[in-house]
């Protein structure tokens, strides 16, 4: 079996993005098949192009034996929405520069078109499916327009909405099949066309300690030690929680890691006196697996439910054994609270969190224990990124 993946995002890129489809096609090499990857020039997440690719207009190069096929895109992180949109249009415009390899698009037998950018996904199903009667495999991480609305950055009703509805439509009407990071997609996709075939795909990472070993099981230190390792911005909001939350008073320590626009208020706050809380800056995908091992706990901030969403933070979590603080609602919320790996608190509700905090500390090493038993069991299980792979491949065939 040969597969193309069309993918806005990846390696060497830093983020959820990249790195789910960095798994999905590595994975998917591991069963066998025959992956290409379809991509732009890497210039996330700072909006520069990475040094040793600048001034090319298209590459070819192979990264674990997989073809990764790259064109230009015009890179930028402004939170202008028509260079956000040039960003966008740009590689949706130089990805059809792929369609002169006919004889080799002609091999895939399935394409896999990563969604958002619902501008690129539109363009990838246009040339693959319409020009070249590819079958086509729709894999949606983010519900848009309906994320966008709830995030602020269209107003429904408005034309930019009306155009993004015409587009997810034709995405879902024209794509083989669908798959979706969560259930509320899933749902979603139904809703709209109720005989589209669909899979669960979610953000899982590869874990080797599993089969036919002993799970680990995870001590905690004297002081507790809790992390957030992310972005920094008004979707966390880890600003506000910060100043909420007596980190001293509970005798334990907050770590950070990671970027973003409110580090700078962060620091300034770190620095106005002793609470406990450290920021450690950003480091790679690489070396914070490392320093996952340093924690007892995390926190894992959502200001808004978007629908769809499900941070991928959960499942990096689980297969390190880390207990989970969720501060928010929807489908992440359900599955920290369904499988007990750890304690939920609702957005904003500070008191509840230094309360879920204060139980850690007062719990006894056979209930963090068990914590960390079922994070791991759940990383093997139900949240098996080999297993995913397996039912995925066997999804396609």
């Known amino acids: ?6 993918s806005f995002y990846y390696e060497p890129e830093l983020g959820a993005a990249p790195s789910r489809i960095a798994n999905l096609a590595k994975g998917l090499k591991n069963l066998g098949t025959d992956v290409d990857v379809l991509t732009c020039l890497p210039n996330y997440p700072k909006g520069e192009i990475f040094e040793g690719y600048r001034r090319r207009y298209s590459m070819k ?48 037998d399935h394409v896999i078109i990563q969604s958002p950018p619902i501008l690129v996904a539109a363009s990838a199903l246009l040339l693959m499916k319409k020009v070249f009667r590819r079958h086509t495999i729709l894999n949606v991480s983010d519900l848009w327009p309906m994320s966008a609305v ?5 107003r429904q009703g408005s034309l930019s909405y009306k155009v993004l509805s015409c587009l997810e439509r034709f995405m ?8 979706g990071q969560s259930n509320e997609i899933i749902e979603h996709v139904h809703g709209m066309f109720s005989g589209k075939p669909v899979f669960l795909y979610r953000n899982l990472q590869p874990m080797k300690q599993c089969e036919g070993e002993v799970l680990r099981v995870r001590k905690r230190g004297k002081v507790l030690k809790i992390v957030y390792a992310g972005l920094f911005g008004v979707a966390q909001d880890m600003y506000s929680l910060l100043r909420s939350i007596d980190f001293a008073a509970l005798g334990v320590e907050m770590h950070l890691y990671g970027g973003g626009n409110q580090v700078e208020d962060i620091q300034k706050y770190i620095a106005s006196g002793d609470k406990n809380i450290f920021y450690h800056g950003f480091v790679s995908k690489q070396q914070m697996a490392s320093e996952l091992s340093l924690y007892d706990l995390s926190i894992i901030p959502l200001v808004t439910h978007i629908h769809g969403a499900v941070p991928s933070k959960i499942f990096d979590l689980l297969s390190e054994g880390i207990p989970i603080l969720f501060s928010g609602e929807g489908e992440g919320a359900r599955i920290v609270e369904e499988y007990e790996i750890g304690l939920v608190s609702a957005h904003g509700d500070y008191n509840v969190l230094a309360g879920n905090i204060g139980k850690f500390v007062r719990m006894s090493d056979a209930e963090y224990e068990g914590y960390v038993s079922r994070c791991l069991q759940a990383s093997c299980n139900d949240f098996s990124f080999i297993k995913q792979i397996h039912r995925f491949s066997d999804f396609m065939k």
Do not use: H
């Open 1 to 6: 079996m040969k597969v193309l993946i069309v």
């Open 61 to 108: 190069e192979c990264i674990d034996g997989i073809n990764v096929y790259r064109y230009w895109t015009y890179a930028t992180v402004s939170k202008n929405p028509i260079k956000r949109v040039l960003a966008m249009t740009a590689f949706a415009s130089t990805l059809w520069n792929f369609g002169f390899k006919r004889r080799l698009i002609r091999q895939y």
């Open 150 to 154: 709830e995030l602020g950055f269209v």
């Open 172 to 179: 879902y009407k024209t794509a083989d099949a669908v798959m």
